[in-house]
């Protein structure tokens, strides 16, 4: 079984500054990652995915996140927020061989001006 | 990608009552999901539906209590039955839509939000 940890609840940051959301993770088998975002009152949308390859992968809307297996960790990064960035945002994991995901319990990105 | 509709979008129901949502897919897919999202906690799948057998249903959750159907390849629904307060949640659909180069990617609906008072 899969599980993921992310260990920020809630990140405030300012308009413009750098933000670093964290996972974790735990599994047995090789994983995908993923991060989601969910904007108020809306369903969830993919912003980046790690299958394979290269460990740094680039997302929508300037973000980007670091694989890193011997952490077991998969950092959700963007160099300067906007207002628009205020969100719920989910880590997520899936075995490599199953489709089902498993999600982190998310962290509420507040941007202020 | 996948545009996923989802009806209702919200609803307030008594508790007791049952409510079908219902799950749209604009292509057709082999893989569809349920989810729940209870108030400020993460997604938990519910189970996974495929066209022409019965849904799969995760550790917690069983078919008496969300029965779902899934006559096609581009519909699904999810019934919450004899519902009480605690069903309260965001119920989401998801598809897994096939990539180039053997690759899948989950799409979201939008998601039902849901009060039972």
């Known amino acids: 079984a899969q599980s993921v940890t992310q260990l920020d609840s809630q990140v405030p940051v300012f308009e413009e500054a750098p933000v670093e959301l964290r996972c974790n993770y735990s599994?047995?088998?090789?994983?995908?990652l993923f991060w989601y975002v969910q904007y108020p009152n809306q369903g969830l949308q993919l912003l980046l995915k790690?299958?394979?390859?290269?460990?740094l992968v680039k997302g929508i809307n300037g973000f980007e996140a670091e694989f890193n297996k011997s952490q077991t960790s998969f950092h959700l990064r963007k160099p300067s927020v906007h207002i628009s960035d205020t969100a719920e945002y989910f880590c997520?994991?899936?075995?490599?061989?199953?489709?089902?995901?498993?999600f982190g319990a998310g962290t509420t990105v507040t941007v202020r001006a | 990608s996948a545009v996923i509709s989802q009806k209702p979008s919200r609803d307030i129901c008594q508790r007791g009552t049952s409510l079908t949502i219902q799950c749209q897919v604009d292509?057709?897919?082999?893989?569809m999901f349920w989810y729940r999202q209870q108030p400020g906690q993460s997604l938990t799948l519910i189970a996974t539906?495929?066209?022409?057998?019965?849904?799969?249903?995760e550790s917690g959750f069983v078919i008496d209590k969300f029965p779902i159907s899934r006559p096609n390849l581009t519909f699904s629904t999810l019934t919450v039955s004899n519902m009480s307060p605690e069903d309260s949640s965001i119920y989401l659909c998801?598809?897994?839509?096939?990539?180039?180069?053997?690759?899948?990617?989950?799409?979201f609906g939008p998601g039902t939000r849901l009060t039972v008072t």
């Open positions: 790690y299958l394979s390859g290269s460990t």
């Open positions: 292509s057709q897919v082999t893989m």
């Open positions: 998801s598809v897994e839509f096939g990539l180039a180069g053997g690759n899948y990617e989950q799409y």
């Open positions: 539906a495929n066209q022409g057998s019965e849904a799969t249903y």
């Open positions: 599994s047995s088998v090789s994983v995908y």
């Open positions: 997520a994991v899936s075995p490599s061989n199953d489709y089902k995901l498993s």
